[in-house]
């Protein structure tokens, strides 16, 4: 990886933050550290910091699964450095022992005992009272593509008329033409099979906690269907880049404009349509 590469992957990462949220959560930990807070504050509040930081902290939000399984890992994380010693043990549980039996602490013993299963069934009840609202407006799958050249690292893209700069290569190049499908593998097992799937079926790791789930590039009734301009748009970028007919939008790709250059994106188009031994859609030669 180039310095380049590093730079550019640092501001996208810095484009995807929320800081207004950070920055507090920063203070606050800060704060801890400036006091001395005792081990059962630290816990506390590196808990709530990685909650708020994935809930709240970036501009694309976390689908749901995904933060109940990175707050899972958090939890044991946090359980298993607090049990690991005796030391750390004894230093924890010492305000939760005082809280239950020195007198002094009795009203917020029954606050906290009180508070504690109204808010599990304030919870509870709001969930299971929510009503049933039909869509703001209807989902179109496929939107069409902006009619507007679209920018991506400074250079312009006319969807209606690009095409695959390398596609060429099959029949003029086919060693060369190769070269780009395997460097297409490289980005595709490096970015995108989390959520698309080791075989392209859309049935990644993640793709249960995204809302649609991701395509399956083996149906022929997607990438098929599609000129290699359609891909390029959506996987330039990605979910941000949805128009409101694609909506409500809650995927978590990303725009890969931002980690990928002009020519990875094209050649991970290549990959796809060769792994599933697929063609994309000619482009339609319109009369005067």
Known sequence: MTFHDLWQFLV????SLNIYVLLPILVVLIG????KAGLFVWVTAWALAVYLTLRYGFVIAIPASVLSLYMGIVF???LTYVVSSRERWISFSRPLLRLMVEKKYQPLLVLVLVTLPLAAGARVYLSMTLPIQPPLFTRTVHPAPPSEPITVHDQEFDLNAVV???RELEESDLEQFQTHVENGRRVYYQNCFYCHGDDMLGDGLFAHGLNPIPTNFRDTGTIAMFQEGFLFWRIAKGGPGMPDEGGPWESAMPAWEKFLSVEEI???ILFLYDYTEQRPRELEEHGE
Do not use: Q
């Open 266 to 268: 094209w050649d991970v």
């Open 164 to 166: 695959n700069p390398f």
């Open 32 to 35: 801890c550290r400036i006091v």
């Open 76 to 78: 044991l994380t946090l």
């Open 12 to 15: 996208a990462l810095i484009e």
